[in-house]
């Protein structure tokens, strides 16, 4: 997959992730992820010493 010139917005999470230490997040979608996806992710650096590590990131359901 090559990245599109453009894309529909189908999640847009404004939650303010203030978490110091590690953290699990999850965000519940309205839609059903098919075929291929673009996933972009607005970070914001409070210092040039912190650190930030992305570990998993899962799209799909969860059955219950």
């Known amino acids: 997959m ?3 010139n453009s ?3 189908l999640l847009d999470d404004g939650t303010d ?3 110091v230490g ?4 999850t965000v519940p979608a309205s ?3 098919g075929g291929a ?3 972009g992710l607005k970070v914001v650096i ?3 010493s912190d650190r930030i590590t992305v570990g ?3 799209i799909g359901g969860l059955s219950e």
């Open 2 to 4: 090559t990245t599109p």
């Open 7 to 9: 894309a529909l917005v």
């Open 17 to 19: 992730r203030t978490a």
């Open 22 to 25: 590690p953290a699990c997040y």
């Open 31 to 33: 839609f059903t992820p």
């Open 37 to 39: 996806m673009t996933l």
């Open 46 to 48: 409070g210092s040039t």
């Open 56 to 58: 998993m990131i899962a």
